[in-house]
């Protein structure tokens, strides 16, 4: 049985589609990092703002630990 797409799913498929379609025959290279290092940083951003602030709040919702959060933060230029 195929699964249903999210809409996260489908803005990402969408998104890869055309990145593809701009590298006009260079071939992609550490497409994986590329892709967490530009969904990381919003992630995070909107997950501290619905838990407003709160690291404990944000690292539950995101199922981590909250030293796990900081880190992330740090690496992503978060305070």
Do not use: H, W
């Amino acid at each position: 049985m195929k699964r249903k797409e999210t809409a996260l799913s489908a803005c990402v498929r969408k998104t890869l589609s055309a990145y593809f379609d701009q590298l006009d025959g260079e071939k992609p290279t550490a497409l994986y990092d590329l892709v967490i290092k530009n969904v990381e940083r919003p992630l995070l951003e909107v997950v501290l703002e619905y838990a407003q602030g709160n690291q404990t709040k944000a690292a539950e919702a995101l199922g981590v630990n909250r030293n796990t959060l900081r880190k992330k933060m740090q690496e992503c230029g978060l305070r």
